[in-house]
């Protein structure tokens, strides 16, 4: 299996544009996560999706950003407008159930807003 | 969630044991210990979890306080590979939500 697999892997991109990272989690998970990473911060979750349908988004930071599932096998996170403070690295991760399995991260997209 | 404490950072000599503590004395009776580690530039990858009983797999082994109160993450023989920051996370049963804090460094020593 490839694992998760998110793309871009790096991004840089200017204040006021939007921003979409991409997902495609591990086959037959039906679990998917999207988590934030800063040095501030830490690793924070923003959003899970359970059977395609968003579970929790209370992570979420603000009316900016939004993310999707249209399909078991790919999520997006969208930035629009994006602001220099989102920069951080984004992971998406999935997990084979929902009863707390283990969760497989993705490699991470490094986003950088200037 | 209940909270749990790390160290910040610990220090090992390659080929020897590693014994990274966590505290965690709030947990519930249905909150599961996890463990997490985070190699450079990677994303968090999964080591082990445990409820009441010690746990070992083919990566650590997991051993859990009788009060459950604390549990101790034991890398048998660590290698250079082994350097990361290890989070160790409680989860509740049916909760699906990992809540990272800031773990340990661990740097192995050549």
């Known amino acids: 299996d490839a694992g998760v697999i998110q793309s871009p892997r790096h991004e840089v991109t200017e204040m006021g544009q939007e921003v979409t990272l991409r997902c495609k989690p591990i086959s037959g998970h039906n679990s998917l996560f999207w988590y934030r990473q800063t040095m501030m911060r830490g690793l924070e979750l923003l959003i899970y999706?359970?059977?395609?349908?968003?579970?929790?988004d209370s992570g979420m930071p603000e009316d900016r950003f939004s993310a999707k599932m249209p399909n078991a096998s790919f999520s997006t996170l969208k930035i629009q407008p994006s602001e220099p403070r989102d920069s951080a690295v984004y992971f998406c991760?999935?997990?084979?159930?929902?009863?707390?399995?283990?969760?497989?991260f993705g490699p991470g997209t490094r986003l950088t807003v200037t | 969630d209940a909270k749990t404490t790390q160290p910040n950072s610990m220090e090992s000599n390659e080929e020897e044991p590693v014994h990274l503590p966590c505290n965690h004395s709030t947990i519930s009776g249905t909150d599961y210990i996890h463990w997490y580690r985070q190699l450079p530039s990677q994303g968090p990858e999964y080591v082990i979890h445990g409820l009441t009983s010690n746990v070992n797999n083919r990566m650590a082994s997991l051993a859990i306080a009788e009060d459950r109160k604390s549990s101790t993450l034991i890398l048998h023989r660590a290698t250079l590979r082994d350097a990361a920051v290890y989070y160790c996370i409680l989860r509740n049963f049916g909760n699906e939500k990992l809540t990272f804090g800031t773990g340990t460094r661990l740097t192995i020593i050549p």
């Open positions: 991760a999935s997990s084979a159930s929902g009863t707390g399995d283990e969760q497989y």
């Open positions: 999706f359970n059977n395609n349908v968003p579970i929790d």
